[in-house]
């Protein structure tokens, strides 16, 4: 599996951006794509997840309201789009996969595959 995640720049706060992450390499009719941040000095952290087949979406209560995570299954392409963005939205964000439909979506643990990150910097 390949994940390539692109999208990641510089924004003021209050501004907006959308991540993509383009997926290849096995048939992504199951499973569950995340999204997770990780802050200098800080750990990986969750922010968003989608389940491939039904849609489901989680969210960290960072996100809720001003993230939306989406799927175009036809590209395999996973967004998320973040609005609102706020200097402590500040990370490398990477796009995960999880083959696996079951068990716990939000540890980073449970993901199989990982794209190689784009960094977003929000300025105050």
């Known amino acids: 599996v390949q994940l390539q995640a692109s999208g990641g720049g510089l924004v003021q706060a209050g501004g907006s951006l959308r991540l993509s992450c383009a997926a290849s390499?096995?048939?992504?009719?199951?499973?569950?794509m995340g999204w997770f941040r990780q802050a200098p000095g800080k750990e990986r952290e969750f922010v968003a997840a989608?389940?491939?087949?039904?849609?489901?979406?989680y969210y960290a209560d960072a996100a809720k309201g001003r993230f939306t995570i989406s799927t175009d299954n036809a590209k395999n392409t996973v967004y998320l789009q973040m609005n609102n963005l706020k200097p402590e939205d500040t990370a490398v964000y990477y796009c995960?996969?999880?083959?696996?439909?079951?068990?716990?979506?939000?540890?980073?643990?449970?993901?199989?595959?990982w794209g190689a990150g784009t960094l977003v910097t929000v300025s105050s």
């Open positions: 995960a996969d999880k083959p696996n439909p079951f068990g716990n979506k939000y540890n980073a643990r449970s993901y199989s595959y």
């Open positions: 989608i389940s491939w087949s039904s849609g489901t979406v």
């Open positions: 390499g096995r048939t992504f009719s199951s499973g569950v």
